[in-house]
């Protein structure tokens, strides 16, 4: 498209206090992918790509020359088109803060507050608060939590992000939990001592030590911008490039024109609805207008009829006009309002909500968008306006159907909106049910309305609106009609719901699945909006009409989670303990303050070298079929594409013995690598990629755990262990009892994608890696074998990881094999950093799991004999499936001393992505199946659920299945305790009393032991090696094999080096992990990477010390110093290397013994937890967590790992899911689909206490490996919402010997609940149809 016989203006804004003028702007790119690669600013991650996660945040402010205001808001770049910035002032973390310059209270405190472990979140939140705080200079604790709504951690579990902007609020919080009248807060109170006499300490960081606050070291807004607002008003604006240009007219006269003349040209405001559709080829717009200037579509005005809020208004100045303006109003007028308050409360991030506008909310009519079924059901009018003149129409259902008598017509735009008030006789109320409570698309919403004759029952007028169901919001007219006439009773809600089930349905395979929960929530709806009403008749004619009974007024109100709170104690060091000995203190992560201004390097930040290409992938669209050909002439034919890449142009091996790099002659899943388009940028590469063409010949697919046994598809072989007699067992047990457990898989769903730069270096064919990983050396083998070289010749370097959470173990490798022989093959340097939607399309995650369980027990409880079958999921390669099974069969037992027991495992093979290490490697899996069992049988017994653990659980000294010695005292330290410390019995006996008082909302709570085995079972896994130079000024430069995946592994290693240098932590410095520094590391795994790296620190620092033994010795005053000088003088060598062999390990699988892990380590933990049996929907109250983590080496790292381990835990088993189509594609590949806990999923109670005085003799300093424990007790919450479940089923006469499947979300929560609403929903015959989506599990 030309320019419109008009030259380009040039795009004036400023970032960061600097003037950008972009004299080619491109209307197509967005602010992301600029100030990363042009402006070279990398603290502003990528993290999704379509505004779900919050990592790009940046803080836009503009200037509105017409009422001479400023406004800062967040905003997702990834989202922005540029050309929407012109006079806009973009602040990033590099503008909010810097080492170089000056670092930002908002930076130091989250830095501080140990708000950070991989760090690639944390510029995100960063500039999350910074936007909040530009705007409020002492928020409310509600306006920070909610203004993280849309930012993403996958590391920390989000509470010490929340502690450290606690510090900023008007109100200080306190948990009230010492019990003592003090204030945790308080740092000088701290210490207190437990009965054995140790100091307990609690608070890991000091808030004495903050930066105040400072406003005036904020940019100021840019006067020139002022001046250019000015001069512009009446200028219209062009930004074009070859393919599109953007035009933002200054009037609305001139809009009206351009879209007489440009009728298909969209009006792009917030981009948030237009930019998610990006990747579609037909979502290409050469003409796009930009109404952001004109005040006609800015307006507010409160009018005689409600309020008018302008077309271009976003979803936050909406949200704020309300809440200034209903308090102003009479209640009754105000009852639309309240109902789009509540659904903006919840309605995407802080980020969108300041980006979206009304109009492109209304015009874009998304099937589960929230505020359409309120303003179509409150009868809101469109004001809109073309060149033919002005009209109305209402913002009714025909229009959100898009019927073209009542749609706007293509030159027509949308000025504003009138949003009538309301009157005293009508009622309007709006629901919505998502994955999750806050950012979340709506599963179902509705938007409902009743108008009566005045004074009386009898409806007038009835509004019935759905979203979630059809493409669009849906009115169930028909059945309104029917109604009116009718009183608001019983006989008129069955009949209304009856009605509206005939009226909106669903076919059994709609997209989006949850067929028959949905049909549910719109009755479940309905019912609560006719008791709303009741109520609300009460209220109006307290005399005429009753109030609702305790039964019915637990229906009404939706569960929010408050503001959380968290308590965390520790073991303090010794008092005699040297000061500047950092060991057993909470300090900082080493990169903490580097994360937070975002001059932490990630892959991608890498600044782009000479002549490097980007790479994209094609994968397989098939889940098994033959190749039959691969054409790759249309892709060479894109301008910029180099070349592609296929397995041919491998010169060595293409993968491993397991698995191929790229497909060859077989595709085994969707999602399989074929070929690799490289070209000058990620565009043409991508580009490139949708041309290859490739023809498949269709083979079976086995595709669930189902399949795999029919098809006898298995990876390995059983894998079996066997304990006593268990006929025997069977025998003499009281009764037996049968059962199952399904349970899906989870995505790692770390926030910085795979990405890998690979560098090939001038001679001898030597290649530098980049790359995201936690096995380098993986990385360099298959490298090197891809390529046919030696492995000297490959330097791996990871300086950090961005999450991994096993992830990244075996993934990586084949990617940097991808990029290596793309590099190979042009000579030139290759970047591969993943898109979020294929990086969770190519790789598996964790395993699901089937389960099948025959138990036999005495009436007190006891379980004597156990037969377990075990099922995963390995997908369609070895990868760590054997391991994974294997730990399944091991760790079985969890807490418990079964006496006879026969556990079989089997990892099936299918057509699906090959899954592969995650946190708990197993043991997640493992242990809720065993708590499962034992539920099954306190509920058969008809005992107390804890009893029947304690009855089951290890006591002294103890074997496990295959014979491993270990003493439980320490389990029962930690249940007794957290017994104790969460006030379980009494707790427990008042959640009873709220269950019997209220039928609709249940309370749940569970305690749950733990025993986890710590590492791997062979010796070899656990080796380390370090190196440690001592440079001539006396500073230290540590290296080891361990990778900094967020775990804090480098800033433990500094700690060990300053205890046995003796030396400050500040001497002391950690680079890079690198092959060439220490070679043959194994993986950063199995919660043991950071000790078994830290005795190779340690054996490395101690050669040093004794080396220095004889000169110390000589100069016992002398300073760090001279010592080292005078090392040097005397030729001694001031480098060495360090190095553990392991610990020993073994299985033996043929005699069924073995010393199968260095040690064990028990926890216990609590939660409480309150359901809505309507929606599903659940509240997690409060957790307790007591951990056995013997001495710390850094309490703040330890407890982060447990409190982010156990939030990762409350995904797997309360929210994340994973679908997979009938023909084997992931369906859930971002975060708008896939949702992982966000804020709002934490306990409002959140408290985590490490039982003093344990030890454990074989770890360094008496530590524990925390990394993965945590997660398990996430099931505790799983266990917590069953409890609420089965209070539910009791009261309505229901089994109680139920099974629920992982992750227990909203759907089957609700569907649990069965009532009278689930039984009048249609069911659909499984067969009869095909499925949105399969059970793999
Ligand atoms: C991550 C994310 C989370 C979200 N979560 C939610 C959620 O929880 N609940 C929810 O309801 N919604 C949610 N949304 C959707 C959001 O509400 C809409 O995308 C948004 O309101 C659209 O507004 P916009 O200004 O960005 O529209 P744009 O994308 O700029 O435009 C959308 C369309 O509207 C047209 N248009 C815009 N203004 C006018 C006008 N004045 N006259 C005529 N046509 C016009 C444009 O031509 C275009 O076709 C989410 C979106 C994202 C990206
Ligand atoms: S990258 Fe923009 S929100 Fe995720
Ligand atoms: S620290 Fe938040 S994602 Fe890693």
């Known amino acids: 498209m030309a320019c419109l016989d008009k030259q380009s203006d040039d795009l004036v804004f400023f970032v960061n206090g600097k003037k950008v003028i972009e004299r080619k702007a491109d209307p197509e790119e967005l602010l992301l992918y600029y100030l990363r690669k042009e402006l070279r600013l990398s603290g502003t991650k990528y993290g999704c790509g379509v505004g779900g996660c919050g990592a790009c945040t940046v803080m836009l402010s503009t200037y509105d020359p017409v009422v001479k205001k400023i406004r800062h808001h967040p905003a997702n770049s990834c989202l922005l088109p540029i050309c929407s910035l012109h006079g806009a002032a973009v602040t990033t973390v590099e503008g909010v803060g810097s080492i170089k310059n000056r670092i930002n209270p908002i930076q130091e405190r989250l830095a501080k507050c140990h708000g950070s472990q991989c760090g690639f979140c944390t510029p995100g939140m960063v500039m999350s608060i910074y936007a909040l705080l530009r705007n409020h200079v002492k928020p409310s604790m509600e306006q ?27 109100e200080q919080t306190c948990c009230q939990l010492r019990g003592t009248g003090q204030c945790c807060l308080d740092q000088e109170e701290l210490g207190c001592s437990s009965s054995a006499g140790v100091r307990i300490r609690s608070g890991l960081c000091n808030p004495a030590e903050f930066l105040p606050v400072d406003p005036t070291q904020e940019f100021i807004f840019p006067p020139e911008l002022m001046r250019m607002a000015q001069e512009q008003q009446g200028k219209t604006l062009i930004f074009c490039s070859k393919r599109t240009t953007w035009i933002s007219p200054s009037s609305l006269k001139e809009l009206l024109e351009l879209k007489a003349k440009y009728p298909k040209a969209p009006l792009v405001v917030g981009n948030t609805s237009l930019g998610l559709n990006k990747n579609d080829c037909d979502a290409y717009h050469p003409i796009v207008l930009h109404p952001l200037r004109i005040p006609e579509m800015q307006v507010v005005s409160i009018t005689d009829d409600g309020i008018v809020i302008g077309a271009t208004c976003c979803l936050a100045q909406l949200r704020d006009i309300l809440i200034e303006t209903i308090p102003k109003l009479p209640e009754e007028k105000t009852k639309i309002y309240q109902a789009l308050l509540q659904q903006l409360r919840t309605l995407a991030g802080e980020q969108i909500r300041s980006m979206a506008s009304l109009g492109g909310h209304v015009v874009s009519r998304g099937s589960a968008w929230d505020l359409n079924p309120i303003l179509c059901a409150g009868k809101s009018v469109l004001n809109l306006a073309s060149d033919g003149g002005k009209r109305q129409i209402f913002l009714d259902d025909q229009f959100l159907a898009g019927h073209k008598h009542a749609d706007i017509e293509p030159k027509e735009v949308i000025v504003s909106v009138l949003i009538p008030y309301s009157t005293k006789d009508e009622f309007i109320s709006a629901f919505k049910q998502a994955e999750r409570q806050k950012n979340a698309f709506s599963i179902v919403n509705s938007g409902l309305r009743v108008l009566f004759s005045p004074g009386t029952d009898t409806i007038v007028d009835l509004s019935i609106l759905y979203g979630g169901i059809g493409s669009t919001t849906l009115s169930a007219r028909k059945s309104c009609e029917k109604l009116i006439g009718r009183q608001w009773n019983d006989q008129m809600l069955s009949e209304a719901c009856k009605l509206v089930l005939e009226e909106i349905s669903l076919p059994p395979s709609a997209s989006g699945g949850k067929v028959e929960y949905r049909r549910t929530l719109l009755v479940s709806f309905l019912f609560r909006f006719y008791l709303e009403v009741l109520h609300g008749l009460h209220q109006m004619y307290p005399f005429r009409y009753s109030e609702l009974s305790q039964d019915k007024m637990s229906a009404l109100g939706v569960l929010q989670s408050g503001v959380p709170q968290g308590v965390q104690l520790y073991q303090d060091v010794d008092p005699g303990q040297s000061p500047q000995d950092p060991v057993g203190r909470p300090i900082m992560h080493q990169s903490g303050i580097k994360h937070a201004t975002g001059e932490a390097v990630f892959i991608d930040d890498i600044r782009p070298v000479d002549r490097e290409l980007s790479l994209a992938v094609v994968t397989s669209i098939k889940a098994h079929a033959k190749i039959k050909s691969i054409d790759i002439s249309e892709a060479l034919q894109v301008p910029g594409v180099i070349n592609v890449v296929t397995a041919k142009d491998v010169p060595g091996k293409n993968g491993n013995d397991e698995e191929e790099a790229f497909a060859k002659d ?36 086995v595709l669930t755990i189902k399949d795999a046994i029919e098809h006898n598809s298995y990876i390995t072989e059983e894998r079996k262990l066997e304990k006593g007699d268990i006929e025997k067992g069977f025998k003499s047990a009281d009764k037996i009892i049968e059962g199952e457990l399904h349970m899906g898989g989870q995505e790692h769903f770390y926030l910085e994608t795979n990405s890998v730069l690979v560098i090939p270096r001038m001679e001898d064919k030597e290649m530098d890696v980049y790359v995201s990983t936690q096995h380098a050396t993986d990385v360099q083998k298959l490298v090197a074998s891809a390529l046919n070289l030696q492995s000297n010749k490959i330097m791996c370097h990871t300086k950090r990881v961005g999450g991994a959470f096993g992830g990244k173990i075996t993934k990586p490798s084949f990617f940097a094999v991808i990029a290596a022989v793309a590099a190979n093959k042009t000579g030139r340097p290759v970047r591969f950093a993943l898109e979020r939607n294929m990086d969770m399309l190519i790789t598996g995650g964790r395993h699901p799991f089937f389960g099948k369980y025959k138990v036999g027990f005495m009436k007190d409880g006891r379980i004597i004999a156990a037969d377990f079958q075990c099922y995963i999921n390995g997908g369609c390669t070895k990868d760590e499936s054997e391991l994974v099974i294997e730990y399944i069969v091991l760790k079985v037992d969890n807490a418990y001393n079964i006496p006879n027991l026969r556990v079989r495992g089997h990892a099936c093979k299918t057509n699906l992505p090959s899954n592969t290490a995650f946190r708990g490697f197993g043991f997640p ?42 003493d439980a005292e320490n389990l029962w330290k930690c249940w007794k305790e957290c017994l104790d410390k969460s006030d379980y019995h009494s707790r427990n006996a008042k959640v009873e009393e709220f269950n019997r008082k209220n039928y609709w909302k249940k309370k749940g709570i569970a305690i749950i032991p733990m025993k986890f085995s710590v590492g791997f079972n062979a010796t070899y896994f656990h080796q380390a090696g370090a190196l440690v130079h001592i440079y001539l000024d006396g500073s230290v430069l540590v290296t080891h094999g361990g990778i900094e995946l967020g775990q804090g592994i480098h800033t433990k290693m500094l700690q060990i080096a300053s205890r046995e240098l003796k030396i400050p932590l500040s001497y002391i410095h950690f680079c890079e992990t690198s092959s060439t520094t220490v070679p043959n590391g194994k993986y950063t795994a199995g919660s043991v990477g950071t000790e078994i790296n830290a005795r190779a620190v340690q054996d490395a620092c101690q050669i040093l010390w004794k080396r220095l033994d004889p000169i110390r010795r000589k100069n016992p005053k002398g300073k760090w110093e001279d010592w080292i000088s005078e090392a040097h003088k005397k030729s001694i060598s001031l480098s060495a290397t360090g190095y553990f062999k392991g610990y020993v390990t073994n299985m033996d699988w043929e005699t069924k013994k073995g010393h199968a892990f260095p040690y064990f380590l028990y926890g216990a933990a609590c939660s409480e937890v309150e359901i809505d049996c309507l929606t599903g929907a659940h509240k997690n109250i409060r957790t307790d967590i007591v951990m056995d983590a013997s001495f710390s080496i850094n309490p703040a790292i330890d407890i982060g790992q447990i409190e982010g381990a156990f939030i990762q835990g409350v995904g797997l088993y309360t929210l994340e899911e994973i679908y997979f189509s009938p023909e084997g594609e992931q369906l859930t590949l971002g975060p708008d689909t896939y949702k992982i806990p966000a804020v709002c999923d934490i306990p409002e109670q959140f408290h985590v206490y490490l039982v003093p005085n344990s030890c454990n003799s074989i770890a360094i300093y008496s530590s524990k490996g925390m990394g993965e424990a945590g997660f398990f007790l996430g099931s505790s919450v799983f266990f917590a919402i069953r409890d609420a479940v089965a209070a539910a089923r009791k009261e309505r006469g229901l089994p109680l010997d139920f099974t629920l499947i992982s992750p227990l979300t909203a759907e089957r929560i609700r569907m649990a609940c069965d009532d009278i609403f689930t039984k009048m929903i249609p069911k659909d015959k499984p067969g009869t149809y095909k499925p949105w989506a399969i059970d793999i599990s």
């Open 925 to 966: 899996q493992a242990g809720l199946f065993v708590e499962t069992c034992i539920v099954a049988v306190a509920t058969k017994t008809g005992l107390p659920h804890e009893k029947v653990r304690e009855k089951n659980m290890y006591r002294g000294v103890n074997r496990t299945a295959f014979k491993e010695e270990f």
């Open 666 to 701: 077989k595709v085994i899943c969707v999602g399989q690598i074929i070929c690799a388009v490289v070209a000058e940028t990620l565009t043409q590469a991508k580009h490139g990629a949708k041309k290859v063409k490739i023809v498949y010949e269709d083979l079976q697919p």
């Open 144 to 170: 920070i939590i909610s203004a993280l709504d849309g930012n993403l951690c996958r590391c920390t579990g989000y509470r010490p992000i929340i502690d450290s902007y606690a510090s900023f609020a008007k």
